[in-house]
């Protein structure tokens, strides 16, 4: 049984989807794991360090896939990947299938069993599997830390010999894993934060964490969550009763954090190009929706951008590969957590239960087909 884990190639990846820990875990279970030369450098691990927890040292991407029964990856492969891949492996990976159906169609061609880890259900044996958990909770760290260089003042309140420094006020729009980590962070360094979410449960752990909860409370706001815990789109009527709400408050913040993501959708717009007008000089934004459109108006993703009234907008991307070494180890803990089930541990071989609710849940294609009912042609 053989894992591969090849070098990233889409974009300026920095993560990688194994660690010189989770290898020692697979070597465990029987596997034999092969690494692409150099995989792990952006995030501070050397292949020495590979060969040290029991790794084979690949030199090209075509000689770690060859034979491969597992391919571990961090984001979807490439198409110029997807034609090296073995037929009938497994391909584990971050897919972003969204808008990408065209790429979810070409793994199925190449006869691999793709698996998408940001569909891992939100149930309790799950949590140490899920990826959207672990690397947001890095990107709010990061949002927090981002803003703080981009701001030209101290975030936490001083009394100096020379005066007062007033504490920064910080908004966070989204209350997920991402908006309640930058809540936490800039709490502790000092800020005076508030936070807004359409989700009725966010309000209590937002003020759990010492933030004030700013948001329009009306029926609609009661039923704006799904069985899985994620927003709801929420109506024209109510998004403008809470842009109406937020657009004053904005106004008011040095520093306003946006996570609001909906799963399958565009972000939603939540700050338009009035609200940031209205800011103050020196203020920031930091847009961690900015790669499924952002939920500013006038984020560029990629860019740091600064406004003719001297606001800077923050939109930068793979926020969490902005922190590789961590969100490398933790990803790699997830994928293996997964894979981990998919092995027969006596056996020491492959043996996928495809009728396990984790199975189900993640996996696109098998056997030449997309398979997951998001995507699979319709009868």
Not at 23 to 51: C, H, Q
Not at 85 to 96: N, Q, S
Not at 127 to 132: A, P
Not at 261 to 290: C, Q, T, Y
Request: glycine share 8%.
């Amino acid at each position: 049984m053989r894992i591969a884990v090849p070098a990233e190639t889409q974009g300026a990846e920095t993560r990688v989807a194994a660690t010189p820990e989770t290898v020692r875990k697979f070597k465990g279970l029987g596997a034999e794991v092969v690494i692409e030369t150099g995989a792990g450098k952006a995030s501070g691990i050397t292949d020495a360090e590979y060969e040290g927890a029991g790794a084979t040292i690949a030199k090209t991407a075509a000689e770690a896939l060859a034979g491969a029964a597992i391919v571990l990856k961090v984001r979807r492969p490439g198409e110029g990947e997807i034609a090296g891949l073995p037929a009938g492996a497994l391909v584990v990976a971050t897919m972003d299938p969204y808008g990408n159906e065209a790429q979810v169609e070409a793994l199925a061609k190449a006869n691999v069993a793709a698996f998408a880890m940001e569909f891992m259900p939100r149930i309790t044996r799950a949590q140490v599997m899920d990826v959207l958990s672990s690397q947001a909770n890095l990107a709010g760290y990061r949002a927090v830390i981002d803003a703080a260089a981009e701001y030209g003042r101290a975030l936490p309140m001083m009394m100096t010999a020379a005066g007062t420094v007033p504490a920064a006020k910080i908004f966070v729009m989204g209350v997920g894993v991402a908006g309640l980590q930058a809540i936490a962070t800039a709490r502790r360094l000092g800020a005076i934060v508030t936070a807004t979410d359409v989700r009725p449960a966010t309000k209590e752990q937002v003020e759990s964490l010492g933030a004030k909860f700013l948001a329009v409370e009306d029926e609609e706001f009661k039923q704006a969550q799904t069985a899985g815990g994620y927003a709801k789109e929420m109506s024209k009527e109510y998004q403008a009763k809470q842009a109406e709400l937020t657009a004053s408050h904005i106004a008011k913040q040095d520093i306003v954090i946006t996570t609001a993501l909906i799963p399958g959708r565009p972000a939603p717009k939540l700050i338009s190009a009035a609200m940031v007008e209205s800011m103050k000089p020196g203020s920031v934004i930091v847009d961690l929706a900015v790669e499924r459109g952002g939920n500013c108006e006038l984020a560029k993703a990629g860019e740091v951008v600064t406004t003719d009234n001297g606001v800077k907008i923050v939109g930068h991307l793979n926020v969490p590969g902005r922190l590789p070494a961590t969100s490398s180890s933790l990803y790699a803990k997830n994928l293996y957590a997964f894979v981990e089930t998919l092995i027969d541990k006596a056996e020491k071989k492959l043996a996928v239960n495809w009728d396990d609710e984790l199975v189900k849940a993640t996996a696109l294609t098998k056997d030449g087909a997309v398979i997951h009912p998001n995507f699979a042609p319709k009868a």
